[in-house]
Nanobody, 124 residues
Framework: QLQASGGGSVQAGGSLRLSCAAS????????MGWFRQAPGKEREFVAA????????GYGDSVKGRFTISRDNAKNTVYLQMNSLKPEDTAVYFC???????????????????WGKGTLVTVSS
């Protein structure tokens, strides 16, 4: 089970940190990812961190602004979002891919488990 939290409303240029707590799975064997979905748009890849080490990947629209990290001792993955823009407004989902080899440009269909989303609203 994955539980995302930390969403909210923020002005453009601000920051938020999302958290996703995992339970019922061997967390350190999962590549963890963040996706987002804006109204009327498809779900898109935001960031991922591989299970075996610190390898990370980011969507082009968030590179240099967002940072993904994980704490295996706490079974939690984080997404630090800085310099937020109105176009970052979306529902953000965390997802897990068991022993996932890839960590860039992940497709939603490749993930094994999903959490409920958390809404991020960025106002101009």
């Amino acid at each position: 089970q994955l539980q995302a939290s930390g969403g909210g409303s923020v002005q453009a240029g601000g920051s938020l940190r999302l958290s996703c707590a995992a339970s019922g799975l061997t967390f350190d064997t999962y590549t963890m990812g963040w996706f987002r979905q804006a109204p009327g748009k498809e779900r898109e890849f935001v960031a991922a961190i591989k299970w075996g080490g610190g390898y990370t990947g980011y969507g082009d629209s968030v590179k240099g602004r967002f940072t993904i990290s994980r704490d295996n001792a706490k079974n939690t993955v984080y997404l630090q979002m800085n310099s937020l823009k109105p176009e970052d407004t979306a529902v953000y989902f965390c997802a897990a891919d068991r022993l996932g080899y890839y960590y860039t440009n992940l497709k939603p269909g490749s993930m094994d488990y999903w959490g409920k989303g958390t809404l991020v609203t960025v106002s101009s």
